[in-house]
């Protein structure tokens, strides 16, 4: 499988910005469904954003949607999440993930791979 790794994390305040990156390697990045999870302390991992292997299609969580942007750059082999308007309640440890072009993950699809997680912090 795809090895991923998160960076960008850190503390804002809310209303603040932040974009948040994965870096694949090991396999062809093309081929895989990418997105975003988190967690936050004490809740389960959940969906946050997709973006499917050939770049067309894009799916967001309600909870962000119009907030979060999620793109990738296949020269570059990049996942990339944009986070506008962040929330206290968007404190989480966010995972980078991959999967089959069949595992649909933000329909619950099997995720081939995970990243080691970045941390973000909002204040209020």
């Known amino acids: 499988q795809v090895q991923l790794v998160e960076s960008g994390g850190g503390l804002v305040q809310a209303g603040d910005s932040l974009g948040l990156s994965c870096v694949a390697s090991g396999r062809t990045f093309r081929n895989y469904n990418m997105g975003w999870f988190r967690q936050a302390p004490g809740k389960e991992r959940e969906f946050v954003a997709a973006?499917?292997?050939?770049?067309?299609?894009?799916f967001y969580a309600d909870s962000v949607k119009g907030r979060f942007t999620i793109s990738r750059d296949y020269a570059k082999n990049m996942l990339y999440q944009q986070m506008n308007s962040l929330k206290p309640e968007d404190t989480a440890v966010y995972y980078c993930?991959?999967?089959?072009?069949?595992?649909?993950?933000?329909?619950?699809?099997?995720?081939?791979?995970w990243g080691q997680g970045t941390h973000v912090t909002v204040s209020s």
């Open positions: 973006v499917s292997w050939s770049g067309g299609r894009t």
């Open positions: 993930a991959a999967s089959d072009p069949g595992e649909l993950l933000h329909r619950g699809g099997a995720i081939g791979s």
